[in-house]
């Protein structure tokens, strides 16, 4: 795949844009721009006395964060707080250079995220192996963040952004083990990384995000039942935007996992090619969208990245099984 076309972010180009879009109550979604490409990774900015940053998008998106940041008037000393859904690059790749950027902000992140935060190694070199070149020449690394920087989030814990706002953490895994949600007490807005899937305004389709290393089904369904008990005004997601009829959507994310899983698991006892076999149940969902905006949702949310996921998932379920039935 070609890639030819990515340009990095310069705030000196009057064409680039570097505006935040209020999209509810005291929320400012930014476009981080990831390869220059606009609408495919957000993060937000929740306003009160102690304004809080949801997502920093990558390493690479920095230039342009910083520039939405100080364009709606942020300047180092005005931010409280960074919180991040998960750590995969596309959303904390940014955090050790932000946490430098805003020397008085707490960082927040799940408890299985936090380690990889003060020390990426395992993490880039993780990453590495999965994206090769595209790490450094799309998404960039992860500067390390002061230990006493980060705050753990536990399941239910909240945020101070105003005397009336707090943003709830949500412990959400199924997408990754250090995944969790944000609640927004005001707004209403849930911030849902990616938990309920993606869908890029220029692909229109939603699809579930079921990566390697940690994707498991079965958490994945119950996060989006938690999300529906919380009874949201909106989903936030990170790739991309706010969505109205939050409970519509997330009864469709539900749908659109299963289906996914089980044309997966037909394709794996069968013997096939899981990505073959996605391939051609769903690629006809992207009938009619051009193709640079399918390239988007390639790289974003692929169907080999999300094959590579469930199959993991399903010879860990197997494996497991088998191991239960040896010990009968």
């Not at 009057?14 to 990831?34: M, N």
């Not at 935060?117 to 993780?126: E, G, N, Q, R, V």
């Not at 959400?172 to 995944?179: E, I, L, M, Q, V």
């Not at 390697?212 to 999300?227: E, K, T, V, Y």
Request: hydrophobic fraction near 40%; charge should be negative.
């Amino acid at each position: 795949m070609s890639h030819g076309h990515l340009h990095p972010f310069d705030p000196d180009d009057p064409t680039t844009p570097a505006v935040g879009t209020t999209v509810a109550d005291g929320v400012i979604e930014l476009d981080t721009l990831l390869g220059g490409w606009e609408h495919v990774t957000a993060g937000y900015l929740i306003e009160g006395d102690a304004p809080v940053l949801v997502e920093t998008g990558s390493q690479s998106s920095v230039p342009a964060l910083l520039d939405l940041l100080a364009c709606v008037g942020l300047g180092p000393s005005d931010l409280a707080g960074v919180a991040v859904t998960h750590i995969h690059l596309d959303h904390a790749g940014g955090v050790g250079d932000v946490a430098r950027a805003f020397p008085g902000a707490t960082i927040y992140v799940h408890q299985k995220g936090a380690r990889h935060l003060a020390d990426p190694t395992k993490l880039i070199d993780s990453a590495s192996r999965v994206y090769g070149p595209l790490l450094d020449s799309l998404y960039g690394r992860l500067d390390p963040t002061p230990a006493e920087r980060i705050h753990v989030l536990e399941d239910g814990e909240a945020i101070r952004v105003s005397s009336t706002r707090w943003l709830t953490a949500v412990d959400s895994p199924g997408h990754a083990k250090h995944h969790l949600a944000l609640h927004d007490s005001l707004s209403g807005v849930l911030f849902a990384g990616d938990a309920v899937g993606v869908k890029l305004p220029d692909a229109g389709v939603l699809r579930p995000s079921t990566p390697p290393p940690d994707f498991d089904l079965g958490s994945a369904l119950h996060s989006l039942q938690r999300f529906a008990e919380r009874r949201p005004t909106g989903l936030a997601l990170a790739h991309y935007g706010l969505l109205a009829d939050p409970m519509g959507v997330l009864d469709e994310a539900e749908g659109t996992l299963r289906r996914w899983a089980d044309v997966a698991e037909a394709a794996f006892q069968n013997g096939e090619d899981i990505a073959a076999a996605l391939s051609a149940a769903f690629q006809s969902d992207l009938d009619g969208v051009p193709e640079q905006h399918r390239e988007k949702l390639e790289v974003m949310n692929g169907v080999h990245s999300n094959a590579a996921g469930l199959h993991r998932w399903l010879s860990t379920r197997q494996g497991t099984a088998d191991r239960g039935a040896d010990a009968t």
